[in-house]
């Protein structure tokens, strides 16, 4: 059955105990006549993800409770002035439909997602009774990732993050000044009032099972972590300002990764005629995340453009390692293993390897490196082995991928779209 069907199906499912039955001559209720005529914004899609940092990948249930809001957000699809077929699923309808798909195999865990259709609280109320429905009544015990909306009270984030594997708090811009220019009615404090909060219940419930609590799956605690979204290109807030407010998330804990989503002009909203993003800004700030959480780099370390930018030309990392020609060629060999995760084309698990197997014979040069995992072609401009410099060129020579200027549009069309990514955080 391909993916259509089955969520053609889901669909029906919603009429279930109203007018009609699963199947044909399904009559939806008014609220969900548009279900199909949503486009891009229909309410359910499968989605494999990696729901640890390693591990195998999960397909994840995704369902948008709501596409109606009150919001009226600049850059929103879903923004209260725009013509929008609207739909929106009871919470008894969510959880009767995802366990049709559970019962089928069809994923295996939830991300439920929603507009703001009414007051904050009451939409939190229907995510909480979601919820609760799953793990007390049916008790299910798999991945489930909701999100939590400004305005919510703080026994509601508490509630929701204790029965929730993660969270996500969406700040969309790094301050109050920018957050409010293109979304008028929102206040960088109150969405910083929720998020800390679930913020705090991860870590605390951290700490409890570091003493001993043990993991109760119908009671999770957030335990996978936060997650919060920046629409970036959207606001004049530079790559440095963004990256700046993340620092200060992760450091506050509980923070298991941010998303950028490069900003897309969506038809019929005030930003319709503005200039999208180019993804590739997008793909920047996430490889420089990377180098945060994954490389042991501060980011003090992190190379910005005079604009306050990451370079669109080369990878983060590659700008470092241009930055500090003093600390090239290391020689992998020797070096530690925090030293080759500095080099362009060596991560975590090849940086392990070499130092775990560069003392055996077999290893001699280049082309072992490469059965460890270094990626020679970016790698070589950088390393040497016992004293002897591996690649022949430069690395400036390696590096000029693209010119300034192809960067900058590099997979930016001057489109103007229907929704955008960011949408289904
Ligand atoms: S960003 Fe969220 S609050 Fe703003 S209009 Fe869109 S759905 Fe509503």
Redesign the pocket.
Known sequence: MDTETKLDILMSLAADDHEGRPGSDVVLPPRLRNMRKAGALRPFNLRDVRVGSSGPKAKLFRILMTNA?????H??????DRELPRTLLKPQEMVRIFLHVLARGWASGLFIT???PAHPVKVMDDLITVLELLRERHAFRGYIHVKI??GAETAQVDRITALANRVSV?L?APCGDSLTAI?PE?RIETTLVALRRAQQRVVEGRAEEREGRPRDALLPQGAAGLTTQFVVGATPDTDHTIMGKTVELYAAGGVHHTHFSAFRPIRDTPLENARGAPPLREHRLYQADHLLRDYRFAYEELVFGADGNLPLAHDPKVAWALAHPEQFPLDAFTASYSALLRVPGIGPLSARRLVEQRRASTVRGLSDLQKLGVAITRAQGFLAWKGKRLGAERWKEQLSLWDVEEAQTLGMRNDVFEFSPG?FR
Do not use: H, L
């Open positions: 809001c009150s919001f009226n957000c850059y929103c699809p879903m923004r209260r929603t507009g703001i909306v400004p969406n969309e979304a929102k949408t």
